[in-house]
């Protein structure tokens, strides 16, 4: 059955650093989303993306966080300056059609020191 | 403002017990979404509904779009069924989910 990856599982990271989370959506989905989930809270919106553009973004989601998808099947999320609050889970999700069922990926546990 | 709210927040129960976990909503939607995460932190898909009931094995979901009101069944409840269950809504207009504040669902042996 597809699935949505992610990698790494988890990356520990300086303040300040650079991080670069990565998934791989299914293959014939065309919605792509990155949700946060700090430790012990809900899981929140970030960003969606379709036709290679954002569609909608979270007040979260501030200049220092970008997303791509560099080629047919990667979709990145970056973090420009990390910070002790980017500490969290990152989940990709991906759905054939914006009202259709969203697939989670197993999530990428960051932890900034 | 919680758009999605849930309850109870922690729920323990004795394994065979019936359990029933609530998900109520302010937003409009056309469909609800239930989901399962393991202490590894992985979110797993149970149902999508948007009107009446699914039943998938010991698990059954109903959903009243017009009252905004959605329910998870666990019949005859095991151990392996604690984990936290979220409701998440994807919400009209807009492609993002809302999620609930999740339910800690304990099963005891």
């Known amino acids: 059955e597809p699935e949505v990856t992610q990698t790494p599982s988890h990356q520990v990271t300086q303040m300040g650093q650079e991080v670069i989370l990565r998934c791989v959506p299914i293959s014939n989905h065309l919605y792509f989303y990155w949700y946060r989930q700090i430790l012990g809270q809900k899981v929140e919106f970030l960003v969606s993306?379709?036709?290679?553009?954002?569609?909608?973004k979270s007040e979260i989601f501030d200049d220092q966080f970008s997303v791509e998808r560099p080629d047919g099947s990667n979709f990145t999320l970056k973090i420009r300056s990390t910070k002790l609050e980017d500490s969290a889970m990152y989940f990709c999700?991906?759905?054939?059609?914006?009202?259709?069922?969203?697939?989670f990926g197993p999530g990428t546990r960051l932890t900034v020191l | 403002k919680n758009e999605v709210e849930q309850s109870p927040q922690n729920l323990t129960a004795q394994e065979g017990e019936f359990i029933t976990i609530n998900c109520s909503y302010s937003v409009g939607i056309s469909a609800l979404h239930w989901l399962q995460q393991h202490p590894g932190g992985g979110i797993v898909s149970l149902f999508m509904l948007s009107s009446g009931k699914k039943k998938h094995g010991r698990l059954i979901a109903t959903i009243n779009i017009q009252e905004k009101h959605s329910s998870l069944h666990i019949t005859a409840s095991h151990p392996r069924d604690s984990a936290v269950y979220i409701c998440a809504a994807p919400t009209s207009g807009t492609y993002k989910y809302i999620f609930g504040t999740g339910t800690r669902l304990k099963v005891l042996a």
């Open positions: 993306f379709y036709n290679n553009e954002i569609s909608e």
């Open positions: 999700a991906s759905n054939e059609g914006v009202y259709n069922e969203q697939f």
